[in-house]
C-alpha cells in the first residue's frame, strides 16, 4: 500500500489551487502540517496553532506561576467575559457583553435550554430535530423529564438538514424554545437561522442554537439575525484544544430577566461578597457557575487572534472553495465506485465539511486511519471530510480523496 502523494507535491495537476489560495501560507503555522498526515478532521477537533506551545509555557511561567492569586484580580475574572467578547466580535456577530466562555457545551446546552423555557413560563414544549447532535437530543430529554415538558421532535433527512417549514409545522401556542444546529454535524446542511428565528418569534417561542459546526467556518449574526440564545464548542474550527470551553450567547433583551439553573458563585453580582443568597450579575456573567477554565481559554485566545486578522469572509470563502473541489473529486474519483454525496451540491446551503456515503465507509475509514489519512465515520455508512480553511490544504484534498478511491477499491473486490 502506498502512502499518500504529499500534501505539498508539486507535481499535482492541482498545485495551483494552493499557488493562487491567499491563506495557503497559514497552513505553516500548525504544528504538523508539514507531516504528510492528511488531516480531515478539523471539525471536530482543530490542528494546535504552533505559537501555543510558547504561549500556554509563558503562562504558567509568568500569570500563574509569577501572579499566583493575584491573577485573578488583574485579569482571569474578567477572562470569561473577554475572551467571549473577543469571540462575539470575530465569529458570532454579536455586541460586547452578550456571550461568556466556560463550561462544555453540553453543560451550557442545559442551563441555556432551562433559561429559555424560564423566559416563556406556562409553555409545555421544545422542538427538537431527530438529526441534531445527540448530546443536544440526550440534553432537551433530560430536560423535559425534569420539567414535565413535551418534546416536538422534526423528522429531519440525514442527508440534507431542517427547513423553515418543518419548523414551521411543529411551532404552536405551547412552544417554548426551539432547539436547533446552525450547521449539521452529519450532512452539513447550513439552517436558515433568521427565518427559522422569525417563525418562533411569531410564534411566540425563543430560539436555542447550537453553532459548534458553523462558528469560526461559517459566517453568523446572531444580533441580525434576532437570535435569543445561542452555544457551540470552540475546539473545532475555533482551535480551543481538546476540552476547551464552550461559550454561551444571550441576546441584550433577555439579560436581565435571564435564569439559569446553576446559581454558583462566579454568576453572583459580587462573588467576594460571600453573602447569603444568590444576587445574579447584572450583566453575561449570571450565565457563569463556578471557577471558569483559564488555562483551557489560552490556546482559544490564541486561536482567536488570528481568526480576527484573517476575517471569517475570507475563511468561508476558502472554505467553499475546499468543500467544492471535495465534491468535484468526489464526483470524478469515487461516484464510479458508488459513492453518494451526504451534503448539500449547493455551496451556499453546505458548512465545512463534505459528508460521503458507501455501505463500505466504516471499514474504508478503518483502513485509511491506518494509512494516516484522517477523516472520521458518522453512521450511516457516512465518510465525514472536514476541512479546516486554515490549515487544510487543496493538494492535502487531493491527496486524501485518492487514498479513499483506492481504500475503497481494496475492500470492494
Ligand atoms: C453540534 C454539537 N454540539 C455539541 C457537541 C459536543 O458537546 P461537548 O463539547 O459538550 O462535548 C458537538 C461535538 O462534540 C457537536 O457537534
Ligand atoms: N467532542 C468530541 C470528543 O470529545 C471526542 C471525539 C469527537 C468529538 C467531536 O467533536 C465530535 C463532533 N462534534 C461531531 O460532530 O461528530
Given at each position: ?112 435550554l432551562r433559561a429559555g423555557v424560564a423566559l416563556r413560563p406556562g409553555r409545555r414544549e421544545v422542538v427538537v430535530d ?10 432537551a430529554?433530560?430536560v423535559a423529564?425534569?420539567l414535565g415538558l413535551e418534546l416536538r421532535w422534526v ?7 431542517i427547513?423553515p417549514e418543518q419548523v414551521a409545522a411543529v411551532l404552536g401556542p405551547q412552544t417554548a424554545v426551539v432547539l436547533l ?15 427559522i428565528t422569525a417563525l418562533a418569534h411569531e410564534a411566540g417561542a425563543v430560539v436555542l442554537w ?17 437570535v435569543d440564545l ?184
Open positions: 500500500m502506498t502512502s499518500p502523494t504529499s500534501p505539498t507535491s508539486p507535481t499535482s495537476p492541482f498545485a495551483e489551487l494552493d499557488a493562487a489560495d491567499p491563506l495557503a501560507h497559514h497552513r505553516d503555522a500548525y504544528v504538523g502540517a508539514e507531516t504528510p498526515l492528511v488531516y480531515f478532521d478539523g471539525n471536530s477537533l482543530g490542528r494546535p496553532l504552533r505559537a501555543t506551545a510558547a504561549r500556554m509555557a509563558a503562562f504558567v511561567e509568568q500569570e500563574w506561576g509569577g501572579r499566583l492569586i493575584r491573577g485573578w484580580d488583574e485579569s482571569w475574572f474578567e477572562l470569561p467575559l473577554t475572551v467571549g467578547d473577543r469571540l462575539a466580535q470575530v465569529a458570532l456577530g454579536a455586541p460586547a457583553g452578550t456571550v461568556a466562555v466556560g463550561d462544555s457545551t453540553t453543560v451550557l446546552l442545559y442551563k441555556l431527530t438529526d441534531n447532535f445527540p448530546t443536544d437530543r440526550y440534553v430529554e433530560g423529564r425534569e423528522e429531519t433527512d440525514p442527508t440534507t438538514g427547513t444546529s446552525h450547521v449539521a454535524y452529519r450532512s452539513a446542511w447550513i439552517a436558515d437561522v433568521a427565518g447550537d453553532l459548534s459546526h458553523s462558528a469560526g467556518s461559517v459566517p453568523v449574526e446572531l444580533e441580525a439575525w434576532d445561542a452555544t457551540g464548542c470552540t475546539y473545532k474550527y475555533l482551535g480551543g484544544g481538546p476540552g476547551a470551553p464552550a461559550y454561551g450567547y444571550v441576546a441584550e433583551r433577555h439579560l436581565a430577566a435571564l435564569e439559569q439553573p446553576i446559581t454558583g458563585w462566579m454568576g453572583h453580582a459580587d462573588p467576594f461578597l460571600m453573602g447569603p443568597g444568590h444576587t445574579p450579575d447584572p450583566g453575561i456573567r449570571r450565565l457563569l457557575s463556578g471557577t471558569p477554565p483559564i488555562l483551557g481559554m489560552q490556546p482559544l485566545v490564541h486561536a482567536l487572534e488570528l481568526l480576527g486578522e484573517v476575517g471569517i469572509a475570507a475563511v468561508r470563502e476558502k472554505s467553499v472553495a475546499l468543500t467544492t473541489f471535495a465534491v468535484e473529486l468526489a464526483d470524478q474519483l469515487l461516484a464510479p465506485h458508488g459513492v453518494a454525496l451526504a451534503s448539500p451540491r449547493e455551496a451556499g446551503r453546505r458548512g465545512g465539511h463534505v459528508t460521503l456515503t458507501h455501505p463500505a465507509m466504516r471499514e474504508v475509514t478503518a483502513r485509511l486511519w491506518r494509512r494516516d489519512v484522517i477523516p472520521d465515520y458518522r453512521d450511516p455508512h457516512g465518510l465525514r471530510l472536514g476541512l479546516a480553511p486554515l490549515s487544510t490544504s487543496f493538494a492535502e484534498v487531493e491527496a486524501g480523496l485518492h487514498a479513499v478511491a483506492e481504500v475503497l477499491a481494496e475492500v470492494t473486490v
